[in-house]
T-cell receptor, first 114, second 115 residues
Framework: GENVEQHPSTLSVQEGDSAVIKCTYSDSASNYFPWYKQELGKGPQLIIDIRSNVGEKKDQRIAVTLNKTAKHFSLHITETQPEDSAVYFC?????????????FGGGTRVLVKP | DVKVTQSSRYLVKRTGEKVFLECVQDMDHENMFWYRQDPGLGLRLIYFSYDVKMKEKGDIPEGYSVSREKKERFSLILESASTNQTSMYLC??????????????FGPGTRLLVL
């Protein structure tokens, strides 16, 4: 089955700096890569996703890049703010007709210091 | 807005007890999932269901069972709780989207402590 590794496990950045989280996956059939953000006391929430036919996707201060050949994808947060402090999870899935199971990475705890 | 609710935020049980965790979603989603979340291990899939009365094993089903009698409700059952089942349990739901990604919406989680 799919295996997703995520690095680093913790990341501390100064407010205004950029944060980068990297994930690698093992199954070349995976073609969908979402990122979830989990704030304290809440369940994970989708913040951005990318499909394998796209190399990069951006939404305001967050962007995701995908390298299918190397089987890795990354989350980039620019101009970090205190509200970006959370745990971030990457995931991989193979989109099929119905029922797409996600395999998650281990998570990255991001702390943005004011 | 999609809402996924879980019956308890915190639960303390004794070893050997039968434990029921309930999840309800209000968006008529076909898919429902149960995960456990442990530090450094991310979210691991226990069971999922594509339809009423349907269930499929995830990556770590041992020691758990599930029930889906109604479309909106998915229950996780620990037949005989053990200390290694102390964890955060997250429920999620998603709509079937033919040919497209299915965003999973998560509940707030139930933190279970087995003594």
């Amino acid at each position: 089955g799919e295996n997703v590794e995520q690095h680093p496990s913790t990341l501390s950045v100064q407010e205004g700096d950029s944060a980068v989280i990297k994930c690698t996956y093992s199954d070349s059939a995976s073609n969908y890569f979402p990122w979830y953000k989990q704030e304290l006391g809440k369940g994970p929430q989708l913040i951005i996703d990318i499909r394998s036919n796209v190399g990069e996707k951006k939404d305001q201060r967050i962007a995701v890049t995908l390298n299918k050949t190397a089987k890795h994808f990354s989350l980039h947060i620019t101009e970090t703010q205190p509200e970006d402090s959370a745990v971030y999870f990457c995931a991989a899935s193979w989109i099929k007709a119905a029922g797409n199971k996600l395999t998650f990475g281990g998570g990255t705890r991001v702390l943005v210091k004011p | 807005d999609v809402k996924v609710t879980q019956s308890s935020r915190y639960l303390v049980k004794r070893t050997g007890e039968k434990v029921f965790l309930e999840c309800v979603q209000d968006m008529d989603h076909e898919n429902m999932f149960w995960y456990r979340q442990d530090p450094g291990l991310g979210l691991r899939l226990i069971y999922f269901s594509y339809d009423v009365k349907m269930k499929e094993k995830g990556d770590i089903p041992e020691g758990y069972s599930v029930s889906r009698e109604k479309k909106e409700r998915f229950s996780l059952i620990l037949e005989s709780a053990s200390t290694n089942q102390t964890s955060m349990y997250l429920c999620a739901s998603s709509r079937i989207v033919a040919g497209g990604p299915e965003t999973q919406y998560f509940g707030p989680g139930t933190r279970l402590l087995v003594l």
